[in-house]
């Protein structure tokens, strides 16, 4: 089945650095979204990918679809403590299709 | 706007017993989504509704899992018998019909000793 990669698994940033990850899969997908999970709460959207090559931005966050529609990245800048969390990328494969999520990163920020 | 609720959040069952899930989707929303969360891993999909009928159920493991959307709004989950390796957090969904952004609810966690 499809399967997308996230490594490493942790990330240990100080706060005010930059951050970025990666997600990579040996299949193509459509779509590709970035959430964010917080303890005990379910995954939050943060940015959605609809365009091969498309880069957006949502405040501090920044994401990128890769040109190959098998890869994305997302952008953190200047972290903060509320940075922290479990960081999923997910991808569709087509409207309504189901998403098929990666196994997270997990980010902690250092004062 | 509320969100998507989900009841128990916690749920401790022994083996071979039963356990039901609810969900309550944000008002308005057609697609209704149950997830499986196991520790360390990202959710995977176990069943779709569009309003009360079933669009994608091909990861759930309908010898022992069961949904139900009868009136296309609230959801159950039931697992019957509950097995060690359910285990895990189950999260739903729901969206607008045929848009890409899923709203989740905060999840039941679910311990099978």
């Known amino acids: 089945g499809q399967q997308l990669n996230q490594s490493p698994q942790s990330m240990f940033i100080q706060e005010g650095e930059d951050v970025s990850m990666n997600c990579t899969s040996s299949s193509i997908f459509n779509t590709w979204l970035w959430y964010k999970q917080d303890p005990g709460e379910g995954p939050v959207l943060l940015i959605a990918l609809y365009k091969a090559g498309e880069l957006t931005s949502n405040g501090r966050l920044t994401a990128q679809f890769g040109i190959t529609r098998k890869d994305s990245f997302l952008n953190i800048s200047a972290s903060i403590p509320s940075d922290v969390g479990i960081y999923f990328c997910a991808g569709q494969l087509g409207v309504g299709s189901k998403l098929t999520f990666g196994k997270g990163i997990t980010l902690s920020v250092r004062p | 706007e509320a969100g998507v609720a989900q009841s128990p959040r916690y749920k401790i069952i022994e083996k071979r017993q039963s356990v039901a899930f609810w969900c309550n989707p944000i008002?308005?929303?057609?697609?209704l989504y149950w997830y499986q969360q196991i520790l360390g891993q990202g959710p995977k999909l176990l069943i779709q509704f569009q309003n009360n009928g079933v669009v994608d159920d091909s990861q759930l493991p309908k010898d022992r899992f069961s949904a139900e959307r009868l009136k296309g709004v609230d959801s159950t989950l039931k697992i019957q018998p509950a097995k060690l390796e359910d285990s895990a957090v189950y999260l739903c969904?729901?969206?607008?019909?045929?848009?890409?952004?899923?709203?989740f609810g905060p999840g039941t966690r679910l311990t099978v000793t």
């Open positions: 008002s308005g929303h057609a697609t």
């Open positions: 969904a729901s969206s607008r019909a045929v848009t890409y952004e899923q709203y």
